[in-house]
């Protein structure tokens, strides 16, 4: 199985350094020239399915990746982490290292915790193992999303400061599982 996973397109939130979390917006000119740039280097790779975060920006970045091309699957387990309080504040306000942390689990402000965080997207990437076991599976979604499957993808031990770097607008990554 094949899975590819797409950060979606950046927005005006995105650029100004503000954090969304399940804010809706859409992408900005920037964002929407980023999805043509990876749509062409993509044109030629085959998806059976695409599976999207229900958001207006992830929503957009699928349908200029793959248009109708093939069938799109709007799902609530790939939406951004809730923010809480901090959403629409400015990036600085927010310490993503502490809530990063596995084992401390913050939920302070209303931020969803990490915990959950990982068990939606651990139970999105058991449904779709199982249900395209042989398929090659476009995934278009946020950030925290991202990272997430990402870790549970390439089996990283589930402890301590989950965090590797940061994932780009339309920042693209295949895995074969």
Known sequence: ?????????????????????????????????????????????????CYMSPMLRTVETAMILIGDRVVTVPDERLIERDMGELEGHPREEYNAYMFWDYDFNKQDFGVEPIQDLFHRCQEFLDYIVQKHKNESVLIVTHGAPYRALRYLIKKHPLKGKLMDGFIDNCQYEEFEI
Do not use: P, S, Y
């Open 1 to 49: 199985m094949k899975i590819a996973l797409v950060r979606h397109g950046q927005t005006e939130e995105n650029f100004t350094g503000h954090l969304q979390g399940r804010q809706n917006h859409l992408l900005n000119d920037t964002g929407r020239r980023q999805c043509q740039r990876l749509k062409e280097k993509i044109k030629d790779k085959h998806f059976d399915i």
